[in-house]
């Protein structure tokens, strides 16, 4: 689990009290609020809106001055986009779909999301090791143990402090995908009953972890989806 919340030296103590607040407490919570760098992942089915938001947070972020990179798995560095057009494109086996899908997270982890979190700046991950859980356990029927022990590996035992899992009705999703018109890749195939499993692997883990993992209803308008994932960053 990485740290939240980095301790910055505040100087000498103001005591101050400004409309009942010490100085002090004051330049602690700005500095603190300042040094914040948090792991975000955001997932869900296909179809729930998941770029439009990540691109609206990017903007929030900026506007706030915090530092930030956002990535996206399976990708994120050129081994790792290779491994997503064989994923995204190729039909195999659920064991080996899995191991890619780790294989690409250990390469992404070690090399970009790790050394952004050590440099103290907060991580946008479109999709990360909840997605095997609900696509390949859940949708594929791998081996849910297994799935977290290489997470684990994978992950170097690191979660997100925040997960937010983008929600809709499978209809209103399938009919968003539609619309889109897009040439569709091997998972937008797949059937409808393989997304109603995915979908309850993510609502289950929202059940299971509570704290870190948090649904948000994306059949609501753009700009309230964005709220409330603003509303549960707390930044
Ligand atoms: P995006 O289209 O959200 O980038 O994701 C690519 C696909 O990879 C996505 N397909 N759908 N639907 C989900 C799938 N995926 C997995 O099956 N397991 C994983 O661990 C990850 C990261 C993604």
Same mark, same amino acid.
């Given at each position: ?11 000498p103590?103001?005591?101050? %009290?400004? *409309?009942?607040?010490? /100085?002090?407490? /004051? +330049?602690?919570?700005? $500095?603190?609020?300042? *040094?914040?760098? /948090? ?6 089915? &296909?179809?729930v ?6 691109k ?9 001055? +915090? $530092?930030?990179?956002? =990535?996206? @798995? %399976? ?5 790792? &986009? ?8 190729? @039909? ?18 070690? =090399?970009?999301?790790? %050394? ?5 700046? =907060? ?9 095997s859980?609900? !696509?390949?356990? !859940? ?9 977290? =022990?290489? *997470? &684990?590996?994978a ?13 809709? #009705?499978?209809?209103?999703?399938? @009919?968003? /995908? ?5 040439? %569709? ?5 797949? #059937?409808?009953?393989? !997304? ?5 692997? !993510? ?13 948000? *209803?994306?059949?609501? $308008?753009? @700009? ?6 603003? $509303?549960?960053?707390?930044?």
């Amino acid at each position: 689990m990485c740290t939240n919340i980095r301790h910055q030296d505040t100087g000498p103590t103001l005591l101050l %009290p400004i *409309n009942g607040i010490h /100085l002090a407490t /004051l +330049i602690i919570y700005i $500095s603190l609020i300042m *040094n914040k760098n /948090l792991f975000i992942t955001i997932e869900g089915i &296909e179809g729930v809106g998941k770029t439009t938001q990540i691109k609206l947070l990017e903007a929030y972020l900026k506007g706030k001055g +915090i $530092s930030f990179i956002s =990535t996206r @798995e %399976p990708g994120g560095t050129q081994v790792c &986009e290779k491994i997503r057009n064989i994923l995204l494109h190729d @039909e195999m086996d659920p064991v080996t779909e899995l191991m890619l899908y780790e294989a690409a997270r250990a390469e992404h982890f070690s =090399t970009v999301i790790e %050394p952004a979190l050590k440099d103290n700046r =907060t991580v946008i991950c479109d999709r990360f090791a909840d997605a095997s859980i609900a !696509y390949q356990g !859940y949708g594929r029927g791998v081996d849910i143990k297994l799935i977290e =022990t290489l *997470n &684990e590996i994978a992950t170097k035992q690191t979660k997100p402090d925040l997960t937010i899992v983008l929600d809709m #009705d499978l209809d209103q999703a399938s @009919e968003r /995908l539609r619309k889109r018109g897009t040439e %569709p890749d091997k998972f937008e195939r797949l #059937d409808k009953e393989f !997304y109603k499993k995915v979908r309850k692997g !993510y609502l289950d883990l929202a059940v299971k972890e509570p704290e870190r993992v948090k649904i948000i *209803n994306s059949l609501q $308008s753009i @700009e309230k989806v964005h709220q409330d994932i603003v $509303s549960v960053i707390k930044y």
